[in-house]
C-alpha cells in the first residue's frame, strides 16, 4: 500500500486513475449484481476513508515530531487539542478503511454480503473456512497468523484498531468509552518524548507506535488487494 505522503497527493481525488483499487475494482469472476454492487462501493469508500485516515496522520507526527525537539516539551492547549482529533480521527478512519475492504473481500471470495468488518472475518477465520485453501500459501500464513494475534492477551497493532476476544481496541474506546491519552514524559536519556496510553496497564512511544499501526494497516489492506487479484487471474 502507498506511504501516507503518496496518499494525500494533490490529484487524490480529481484524478480516477490514483484510485487505490484500479486493479480490482472490476472483476470478471461472476458475482450476483446486489454483491458486485456492494463490493464496488466498499472499496470506492476505502480509497476515501484511507486518505482521511492518512491525512489526519500526517497531521498529528507533525505536531509530535514539531514539539520533540529537547528535554523539555511545552504541550499547549492548541497543540494538545489538534494531536488528540487527528489521533483519534487517524485510528477510526483507518479501522473503517480496513472494515471495507474486508468486506469486499469477503464479497468476492464467497458472493455474500453478510460480512461488514475485520472482527467478524477473524472470526470465521479462527472457526475454520474450507475455501482459505484457494489463497497463496504466503496468504494462508499470513491469515492465520493475523488470528492468532486477534487471540493473543498482548497489546499489538491489530488490538489497536480491531480489539480482540478479551479486551476493546483503542479506536472502540475512542468512539464508546474515553478520550485516548497522548502526554509527554522525559526518558533516560532525558529527553522529551510523547508516550501512547495503549491500555490500562501500558503505554508506549507515540510516534513508534502510530507508525507502525498505519504501516501494519496498509500491509493488510495490500494482502486484501493481492489476494483478490490473484484470485481473478484464473478468470483470463
Not at 489521533?87 to 453478510?114: K, Q
Not at 460480512?115 to 499470513?142: C, F, H, M, R
Request: net charge negative; glycine share 4%.
Amino acid at each position: 500500500m502507498k506511504k501516507a505522503e503518496e496518499l494525500v497527493s494533490e490529484m487524490w481525488f480529481c484524478d480516477p486513475s490514483t484510485h487505490l483499487f484500479t486493479e480490482i475494482r472490476i472483476v470478471r469472476k461472476s458475482l450476483q449484481p446486489k454483491t458486485l454492487g456492494i463490493y464496488g462501493s466498499r472499496l470506492d469508500s476505502a480509497n476515501l476513508k484511507l486518505r482521511y485516515a492518512a491525512e489526519h496522520h500526517l497531521r498529528l507526527l507533525s505536531i509530535l515530531k514539531g514539539l520533540e525537539i529537547g528535554e523539555f516539551i511545552y504541550f499547549a492547549d492548541e497543540d494538545r487539542l489538534a494531536a488528540h482529533a487527528s489521533l483519534e480521527a487517524d485510528l477510526v478512519f483507518l479501522r473503517a478503511s480496513i472494515d471495507l475492504v474486508a468486506s469486499a473481500w469477503w464479497a468476492y471470495h464467497t458472493d455474500t454480503t453478510n460480512v461488514d468488518s475485520i472482527n467478524v472475518v477473524l472470526k470465521k477465520i479462527e472457526k475454520g473456512i474450507p475455501w482459505i485453501e484457494e489463497l497463496t500459501d504466503a496468504s494462508q500464513i499470513y491469515w492465520n497468523s493475523l488470528a492468532k494475534m486477534h487471540r493473543s492477551d498482548q497489546f499489538n497493532w491489530l488490538s489497536a484498531l480491531v480489539g480482540s476476544y478479551r479486551g476493546q481496541s483503542l479506536r472502540d474506546m475512542a468512539l464508546h468509552r474515553t478520550a485516548l491519552e497522548i502526554d509527554p514524559i522525559i526518558d533516560d536519556r532525558d529527553r522529551g518524548l510523547f508516550s501512547l496510553t495503549l491500555d490500562a496497564e501500558s503505554k508506549g512511544p507515540a510516534i513508534d507506535w502510530l507508525n507502525t499501526i498505519f504501516s501494519e494497516a496498509g500491509e493488510l489492506i495490500q494482502r486484501m488487494h493481492d489476494d483478490i487479484l490473484i484470485a481473478e487471474e484464473k478468470f483470463y
